[in-house]
């Protein structure tokens, strides 16, 4: 044989193709890569031959280097198929063996093909398995980053949908905490106060935490932070929301929050009224008085 | 030497910085303000640094000695029109400014001292924070 061992695989699966194809998707069927219906049987088959196609093309260069030119499609190829379904939610188990479960029927033709001997079906194996590995991790790797671009997203939409400044009143800003703050997420409330209090002329911020969870050492020095900040651009701040437990967590870790605190909202607002010297009465003492 | 206008508005100063603060600048201010402080009998210092967009830890202390120093002199100091960049950086420099009092603008600062000055007494709700 003149040609490298590879070259000569890449002949034999191109001869046993249709075989090789039938076994990997019943493997894949088997496994259950179609129960879910998150992927269509035509859509799998498609993926399987193109997959097949670059991978025997890509041996016949000889070469058991993924990282050649020689790979560029299939790796191309597979980034593609792990990327859709990172997104369509397939788990990491599945995502990987649609590539490792392709060792079985490729080894049942090397055993198949009766020119070769035991040695050199020895020597195929180890190769086969070595680049089927290198793909299978490339895969995972890839995975791994179209889901964190996922979360990355995500993080920011959040932050961004979490932090309104909203006008309660003329002067009277309310920033409605929901979430972890962390502190990323303090600058970016921040700014989005401060620049509030500059367009509106607000003279009073009512902070209300409500919507977080937890209050540790960390958050409470971030809440005094906006505080501060509030404070220096000539706008009082005061924090309402703090939940009984969240209460009890902070005087148990010894947090203090020097600002004038109230229980609800409500309470905040009645206060931010009486300082602009602003009252609200019923319609009813306005016509009798 | 270049020297920032310091006003006279009524009994309180009106000083409004329109330059970068370099730190000679920044002590010459301290020392015309004091004396002004004395020489009109003024009850209230308003600094408006609505134009000043890059703060250090010093522009920080000096604004902090001011009032120290007004408060020597029974006046008041009020810095106004704080960017909220400037406010930012002053916070993460760890520089809250505790013992000067803040507005937004100008007008809503001299309300503030009159307040302060003419009905001292009256303000029954007494403002826990400050």
């Given at each position: 044989m003149a040609r490298s061992p590879l070259a000569a695989l890449a002949q034999l699966i191109s001869e046993q193709e249709a075989v090789i194809l039938s076994d990997w998707f019943q493997l894949l069927a088997a496994a259950g890569a179609l129960e879910s219906g998150r992927i269509r049987e035509a859509e799998l088959r498609t993926q399987c031959g193109?997959?097949?196609?670059?991978?025997?093309?890509?041996?016949?260069?000889?070469?058991?280097?993924?990282?050649?030119?020689?790979?560029?499609?299939?790796r191309e190829n597979l980034a593609e198929i792990s990327r859709s379904r990172a997104i369509q939610g397939f788990s990491p188990t599945e995502t990987a063996m649609f590539v490792f479960s392709l060792k079985e029927p490729v080894f049942k033709a090397v055993n198949r093909a009766d020119k070769l001997g035991a040695t050199e079906i020895a020597h195929l194996v180890r190769q086969l398995t070595l680049i089927?590995?290198?793909?299978?991790?490339?895969?995972?790797?890839?995975?791994?980053?179209?889901?964190?671009?996922?979360?990355?997203?995500?993080?920011?939409?959040?932050?961004?949908?979490?932090?309104?400044?909203?006008?309660?009143?003329?002067?009277?800003?309310?920033?409605p905490l929901i979430g972890t703050l962390d502190s990323e997420r303090t600058q970016v409330v921040m700014e989005n106060l401060l620049q509030t209090i500059v367009d509106q002329g607000a003279e009073i911020a009512i902070i209300d935490i409500t919507g977080v969870p937890t209050v540790d050492t960390l958050t409470a020095q971030h809440l005094l932070k906006?505080?501060?900040?509030?404070?220096?651009?000539?706008a009082d701040c005061i924090v309402s929301g703090i939940r009984p437990q969240i209460a009890q967590t902070m005087v148990h870790l010894g947090v203090e929050l020097n600002v004038i605190s109230k229980a609800t909202l409500a309470d905040a607002f009645a206060v931010a009224l009486k300082r602009m010297s602003k009252t609200v009465v019923s319609v009813k003492t306005v016509a009798q008085g | 030497?270049?020297?920032?206008?310091?006003?006279?508005?009524?009994?309180?100063?009106?000083?409004?910085?329109?330059?970068?603060?370099?730190?000679?600048?920044?002590?010459?201010?301290?020392?015309?303000?004091?004396?002004?402080?004395?020489?009109?009998?003024?009850?209230?210092?308003?600094?408006?640094?609505?134009?000043?967009?890059?703060?250090?830890?010093?522009?920080?202390?000096?604004?902090?000695?001011?009032?120290?120093?007004?408060?020597?002199?029974?006046?008041?100091?009020?810095?106004?029109?704080?960017?909220?960049?400037?406010?930012?950086?002053?916070?993460?420099?760890?520089?809250?400014?505790?013992?000067?009092?803040?507005?937004?603008?100008?007008?809503?600062?001299?309300?503030?001292?009159?307040?302060?000055?003419?009905?001292?007494?009256?303000?029954?709700d007494a403002d826990p924070a400050s």
């Open positions: 193109t997959f097949l196609k670059g991978f025997r093309m890509a041996l016949a260069d000889g070469s058991t280097d993924t990282n050649t030119a020689a790979y560029g499609a299939v089927l590995d290198a793909l299978g991790l490339y895969t995972m790797d890839v995975y791994q980053k179209s889901r964190e671009q996922v979360i990355i997203r995500q993080q920011r939409e959040i932050s961004e949908l979490s932090t309104p400044v909203v006008k309660l009143w003329d002067g009277i800003l309310a920033l906006t505080v501060a900040a509030a404070r220096l651009m000539g | 030497m270049d020297r920032i206008p310091i006003l006279k508005l009524g009994d309180a100063l009106l000083v409004t910085i329109q330059v970068d603060m370099h730190d000679r600048l920044a002590t010459a201010l301290e020392e015309d303000l004091t004396k002004k402080i004395v020489a009109h009998n003024a009850h209230g210092v308003l600094i408006d640094i609505s134009a000043l967009e890059i703060v250090d830890s010093f522009i920080g202390r000096m604004l902090d000695n001011i009032a120290a120093v007004s408060r020597v002199l029974d006046a008041e100091t009020v810095v106004v029109g704080m960017r909220p960049a400037v406010a930012i950086t002053l916070v993460e420099l760890g520089l809250s400014l505790a013992g000067v009092k803040t507005a937004l603008n100008v007008e809503r600062g001299m309300k503030l001292i009159q307040r302060r000055h003419h009905v001292p007494q009256s303000d029954t």
